[in-house]
């Protein structure tokens, strides 16, 4: 797999065409090379470390599960057998730190589309968890499992898409026990990306990882980092047994924990933001130290740091400068751990329209600036999270790509710099016919998939259609492009003979 930029011919970008396929960027992961905003100062930043510290010393957290209050008892905290309370100790938290890796490699069915995260990269899921998805068609509507299948398959089809998030619509249709069976072999079938596990129940983490070692011919003790999974703490201060359970089995199976406390800024959190964002770290690095614990050394991603409320309505002011902040602040946090950071792309508005545009390039700007290493509901998200739109899936990729094509490192050397093309046009004159210009026209910059720059006669003559209108008409000819990744036989056969089983044996409820 090449993980580095695309390549480039004399500093100019090559998109990949085909006909009249839709462009794309190649298959890689974009790199930070550029430098990170940081909000907060050095001593800034300590302050807030050490709040945080004190916050796991002096008040704690509750841990509903035994097993999380057993490990944390054999490590020398303080628990509370009564209330649940776990008090940490600077040196239980530092010795977690020294422990977690601070990149790792994570690995699909098809070694060809193994990742890393961390160490300057970047990679992008669809959206997660929506009940609801919408296009403009057929309007808002619950999910099934063909729009779960045809948002797996956009997200498989476009190549700035990296990993599946889980659910990119739930599957209203499919009753719960078995949900998590019929998602898992869909994505494992429609894509060879890198899968997400389902983290209610410990049964359902064992079937997906059972499943997600029958694609690759090994067994779920055995299986090298292959998924991920959402952790997120019941703010303010806790962790329920389904989430602390998750913790414990996804490090024992050395699967990657991205822990994201349900941080809400004057809601579960303390309104300032300061305050807010030392209690949502406090709720990290207590799930970081029970990942250690379970396992030393197992893959760990820390969330965003906060988001805020809308204070009139109480409602998740998604994409709100406050909340970018936070992210920035959470990057700069990240750094100082030395461990990989989780971005999103984020928005409340009910339409693929101007808000969602704006406050999309908002929180993706975020999490380039602070040097997320993952940027989870990537494409796709709306309504805050409780609809999934096909048309702001491509919207996104859109922004996904220039994103990734202003990451790529300016070419300087003696082609680039062009004296001798210069001297040729001279004073006066225009660069459109030069042999260089003639030679990379195509590739000389980003081209977007849904932007244009025709003039207001063309467009008029072209239907007058909206972004969102464009939008539209490229994600039915994705899903028209789309093909399906080949599976060895007697994998697919032994992944579907396993669906059968559990789901003869009715499956996992949630907790």
């Known amino acids: 797999m090449n993980a580095e930029t695309p390549s480039r011919q004399s500093g100019r970008r090559k998109i990949r065409r085909r006909s009249t396929a839709i462009p794309q960027r190649p298959w890689g992961q974009p790199r930070h090379d550029h430098g990170f905003i940081e909000p907060l100062s050095a001593d800034e930043l300590e302050a807030t470390h050490e709040t945080s510290l004190r916050i796991l010393s002096e008040i704690g957290i509750y841990f509903h599960d035994d097993e999380a209050r057993d490990l944390f008892a054999a490590a020398g905290a303080l628990v509370d057998a009564g209330s649940h309370n776990v008090r940490l100790g600077r040196e239980i938290v530092e010795e977690a730190l020294a422990s977690v890796p601070s990149s790792f490699r994570i690995v699909s069915w098809n070694p060809e589309r193994a990742l890393v995260i961390g160490d300057g990269r970047m990679a992008f899921t669809t959206v997660l968890g929506p009940p609801n998805c919408s296009d403009l068609e057929r309007g808002r509507r619950p999910g099934t499992l063909e729009d779960f299948r045809d948002f797996v398959r956009l997200g498989h089809h476009f190549n700035i898409i990296h990993m599946m998030g889980g659910s990119p619509v739930e599957p209203m249709d499919i009753d719960v026990p078995v949900r998590h069976l019929e998602s898992t072999r869909t994505m494992l079938r429609a894509t060879d990306k890198v899968p997400y596990v389902f983290c209610h129940t410990r049964k359902r983490i064992h079937d997906v990882l059972d499943m997600i070692a029958i694609t690759k011919g090994t067994t779920r003790d055995r299986l090298e980092t292959s998924t991920y999974a959402i952790i997120h703490t019941n703010s303010p201060l806790q962790y329920d047994s389904p989430m602390a359970g998750g913790v414990i089995e996804l490090a024992r199976h050395n699967q990657a924990v991205l822990l994201t406390p349900f941080s809400l800024a004057g809601a579960t959190m303390p309104v300032a933001l300061a305050g807010a964002i030392a209690m949502s770290n406090a709720e990290m690095l207590a799930g970081l130290v029970l990942s250690q614990l379970a396992r030393p050394g197992a893959p760990f991603v820390t969330g965003a740091k906060t988001l805020n409320v809308d204070m009139k309505t109480g409602a998740p002011a998604f994409g709100s400068p406050d909340g970018n902040k936070a992210i920035q602040i959470g990057g700069q946090l990240a750094r100082r751990y030395g461990l990989p950071f989780r971005g999103s792309n984020f928005t409340s508005s009910n339409a693929p329209d101007f808000q969602a545009g704006a406050e999309s390039q908002g929180t993706l700007w975020s999490a380039v600036t602070s040097g997320a290493s993952l940027v989870m ?135």
């Not at 028209?480 to 044996?505: G, K, N």
């Open 377 to 511: 509901h990537a494409a796709g998200w709306l309504e805050g999270g409780l609809c999934s739109s096909f048309e702001k899936f491509v919207l996104d990729v859109d922004l996904l790509q220039a994103m990734a094509a202003y990451l790529e490192p300016v070419a300087v050397n003696a082609d680039t710099l062009a004296i001798d093309e210069i001297r040729e046009v001279g004073p006066g004159g225009h660069f459109f016919g030069t042999d260089q210009t003639l030679a990379d026209y195509e590739g000389a910059f980003y081209n977007p998939l849904v932007a244009t720059t025709q003039n207001y006669g063309a467009w008029v003559e072209a239907g007058a259609p909206d972004a969102t209108q464009r939008a539209h008409r490229l994600f039915k000819q994705a899903l028209e492009e789309y093909r399906q990744p080949v599976m060895e036989d007697e994998r697919a056969q032994a992944l579907d003979a396993f669906v059968a089983r559990r789901i003869e044996e009715g499956g996992a409820g949630i907790d």
